[in-house]
């Protein structure tokens, strides 16, 4: 390997890797110390040395507030080392390579760390470059002057030197890439195939270096994580740059805050003077940034990007998920998209590739870092492949993204296009036969001098390329006609919108509103902590019978209800005493807090006829087994002689009372009686008051309020106003109905449906008793989400009773109180239509049915079906699509829709008809054929299409088919 080497400046030596087959150099100095007169000054040429310089420890980092101090999750994440060192003299770089020798022209990569322009330094855990630089790519990273130290103006400096009067950050970043430029091929770099990239300031660096005069034949390409932003408030925006004399009017009252009347004053001040004031400065005063210089810095980067008045090259940026969102809105996606847009309007032929960074990441263990989301510069640990350097608990999947994206990182480096079109290099050297042979390195191709089935003892010592032969998703370029997205999920990456459904850069909800491979029906849903978490039992795709799974949670900020995080187990079913060894399923739950300010979970076994109680601190678990609801004898619920046995419990707490709800009714069973309401004392599972009757089951229902709509299962109970709402599955079964009462031990007044899981009842666009879906059993309740109320409930998939998947839609209660029935929609939780823009997949169809208007699933008609295990990255499609088939999506926003686009599969010859009603015209016909493998066709509308629509598909035809996606055409 090449441990050692000659630079213009003098020899420099290396040492191994953790991979012994990459060199690291460390503390390179590429400019004078700026210490003393170089103090605010441009970077000046590097001193020669003598001997040979062993670059074995990194270099001072540059003057900033000392890592390892803070106690907030950046602080815990990555500045961590107190004992590092902090100095002015900090012009160091430092170098990855695989090379064996020199004048290999490996490609480049030129990294600028970000923080602020304040903090951050090359030695930071996740700036490891040895996994890229496994891929062949020689890796550098390059320090910088920060804060005062980098970015200070004053009209003494600007008199000095008005060729460079400020922005020495800037500047010492373009001398690292000069200084890479005329000595990399020494690493065994190519020159010219130098790509720049950085993140946050360090991205926001990028721009600067792209459009700085004098760049443009430096670089070939740029890569820009969370770099291109702009703050909808201007004086918070500090990527876009001040004056220079309003920069300079700064540093003018930063020296008088110091003391100093000169500049040479100003110099003779050690450094620590200098950033201790600087800190002191900035509580009254704003920080100190990249400025328009008019010499370094001409104009706004931004702006100068979009007019390509900068080296005109492919360039990859994105951000993550959660970070800079104001009012629901991503700031750093809105400006990316928006910079993309505009420039691609100037430079149609340019490359430019736009990310989303939105896997699960997992707590660090701190308190309030359960659930960090995808918080700002998480994803470098991805890109450089660094996830051992971290201390959360990553595991399979997440690894497997990280060596997904770091492949796209370096493909994009290698040849300006992040596709590698089926795999990515890898060293591998034989120090012995049997270390290589095809067994040893199954799944990959060595390509490198000979195949692998030509190995043979006597190429003991010799490096092979291995490439692994696993594709990536394709990642097509964002063009203002094609606005393609690379989603990096914890599923792996995903193309265009089929990782997650979004308007603008606010992910949107829609039904199904969890991913289409999870199956938790019965859902309850709650508020806490600004969140909503829903809870219910679990079906298990291709499970026997319902509720198979462990309870599990999940929850969604409640101003962003298309953002749902997996909270994970939080109750085995295991943990009840009554079943050690899990032959029993856990039926419906429901969750409430306690006097004490702990949340109690409430569940009945399928085996059993009493009430367990769980307990958690938290609303997301773990719950821990508590006790059985039971009278002050120590009888349980459902076991004393008259009790009926106990079933979907729901419950309300008030003060020290607890309000449980249970029952089931099932057709002609004169032994059940109906709803039960039981009163529960402050420990959450001692009885104050018997069970009684609130609501009669079928047998007992005629010539009350609730005849033909009798209580079946599901009961749950909610407060709206003064009033509470005892919600049920009634005899009907697809159907949710309400019953009200001003006191919450009743009696309880019949009400009307609110939803019915396949639309019967509704008649503003069909008949009232037709069937648009296929539905079933009920369950679910009623909840307030900011200013608005939602009933949740289920619907059927897989052609069974047994994988239901949770639905929402928005609810609205008249002056009296009264609810109507609501529309079953896939727009859902979204608070309004869904944007025309991207590919949606067909699982979110809200009526899927054939002429017959069958209203109860079968295993044989047009269904939502999964492709893979759950978890699997691979979106739920419909299948089974005969003849008369029609497949409804509701509502969208459409502006100036020109056609629509789908994706089908399977053995069939028809047309699709397209309609936004179901007696209305044909906008469309699409026509699909035999195909073992998806297949887009579209149509053209005679006219465009705006307003807010239906959009329903109705098969004419023979065969069987199945749709994957649709996609309006603009």
Partial sequence: ML?????????????????????????????????????????????????????????????????????????????VDPSVTLSEDCLYLNI??????????????????????????????????????????????????LNCFGFLAHKDITAEAPDAPANFGLMDQCAGLNWVHDNIAAFGGNPDQITIAGQSAGGSSVMHQLTHKGNEKLIKGAAIFSGIIRLADPKDDIF???????????????????????LEEA?????????????????????????????????????????????????????????????????????????????????????????????????????????????????????????DKCTRPYTGKQLDLARQMCDYFANFIKTGDPNNNGGNDFLLRSENYENVHRSAVTGWDCDNLVSIDELSPEKVGIDYVCRDKASLPAWAPYKVDNRYEMEFLSNGARPKFEGGIRQGSKKQAVNPYLPSWEYIPDGEPYVFNNRVYVYGSHDLWQGETFCLGDYVTWSAPIDDLGNWHYEGVIYPKT????????????????????????????????RVCVVSVAVSDTPNGPFKFYGYVHYEDGTRLGEKEGDEPQFDPGVLTEGDKTYLFTGFCGQGDKSRHGAMLTVLDKDMFTITRAPEFVAPGNCYSEGTGYENHAFF??????????????????????????????????????????????????????????????????????????????????????????????????????????????????????????????????????????????????????????????????PGYIKAIVDGTTVGFKYFDVKG?????????????????????????????????????????????????????????????????????IEFLH
């Fill in 240 to 262: 876009k740059p001040l004056n220079l004399e309003k920069a300079e009017d700064l540093g003018a009252q930063f020296f008088e805050s110091l003391g100093v009347k000169s």
């Fill in 96 to 145: 990855w390579t695989p090379a064996k020798k020199e004048g290999e022209k490996l490609p480049v990569l030129v990294w600028y760390f970000g923080g602020g322009f304040q903090w951050g330094y090359t030695s930071e855990m996740e700036f490891n470059g040895e996994q890229l630089a496994k891929r062949g790519i020689v890796v550098v990273s390059v320090a910088y002057r």
């Fill in 897 to 965: 829709a020109t056609g629509l686009r789908i994706k089908t599969r399977a053995y069939f010859d028809g047309d699709f008809e397209v309609r936004t009603s179901l007696d209305g015209e044909v906008l469309g016909k699409i026509h699909g054929v035999n195909s073992n493998m998806w297949e887009s066709n579209e149509c053209t509308f005679d006219a465009p299409l705006t307003g807010v629509h239906a959009l329903y598909l109705t098969y004419c035809g023979t065969g069987n088919a199945s749709l994957k996606s």
């Fill in 575 to 606: 943990a009840d005493p009554l079943n050690k060894e899990g032959r029993m399923c856990l039926y419906a739950p429901d969750v409430t807090v306690g006097p004490d300010g702990r949340y109690y979970l409430y569940y009945v076994l399928d």
């Fill in 267 to 387: 110099r003779a001040l050690s450094q620590e003077e200098v950033f201790d004031g600087y800190n002191r400065f900035v509580k009254d005063h704003p920080r100190m940034f990249p400025i328009q210089d008019g010499s370094f810095c001409e104009g706004d980067p931004v702006q100068l990007f979009i007019d390509r008045k900068c080296a005109d090259v492919p360039v990859i940026a994105g951000n993550t998920t959660d970070e800079f969102s104001f009012a629901g809105v991503n700031s750093v996606e809105l400006s990316v998209k928006t910079v993309f847009e505009a420039a691609d309007k100037n430079a149609p032929s340019q490359k430019f590739y736009y990310y989303r960074f939105d896997p699960e990441i997992p707590g660090d263990g701190n308190p309030g870092d359960s659930y960090p989301g995808t918080f700002h510069s998480c994803d470098l640990w991805f890109f450089f492949g660094s996830l």
């Fill in 3 to 79: 441990r050692e080497t000659t630079v213009k400046n003098g020899k420099v030596r290396g040492l191994a890797g953790t991979d012994p087959r990459i060199t690291v150099y460390k503390g390179i100095p590429f400019a004078a110390k700026p210490i003393g007169e170089n103090r605010w000054r441009a970077p000046q040429p590097c001193p020669d040395w003598d001997g040979v310089l062993d670059a074995y420890n990194f270099g001072p980092i540059s003057y900033q507030d000392r890592p390892g101090m803070g106690t907030d999750i950046y602080c815990r994440e990555w500045h």
């Fill in 713 to 874: 299962e599901a009961p749950s109970i909610r407060k709206h106003d003064d009033t509470y709402y005892f919600i049920y599955s009634s005899e009907v079964c697809h159907e949710l109905c309400y019953a009200t009462s001003k006191d919450p031990l009743g009696p309880y007044k019949y009400g009307g449906v609110i939803v019915s899981n396949c639309d019967r009842g509704i008649d503003s666009y069909k008949k009232a008793d037709d069937a648009t879906a296929y539905g079933a059993n009920n369950h679910g309740s009623i909840v307030q989400i900011g200013d608005d109320w939602y009933i949740f409930y289920h619907r059927h998939t897989n052609g069974t009773w047994f994988s239901r998947q949770g639905c929402a839609e928005k609810i609205k209660f008249e002056a009296d109180g009264s609810i109507k029935q609501v529309e079953i929609t896939s727009c859902g939780l979204n608070g309004g239509p869904l944007s025309d823009v991207g590919e949606y997949p067909s699982y979110i169809a809200c009526n899927i049915f054939t002429k017959e208007h069958v209203a109860y699933v079968e295993s044989s008609v047009p269904r939502v079906v999964q492709e893979g295990a759950d978890g699997d990255a691979n």
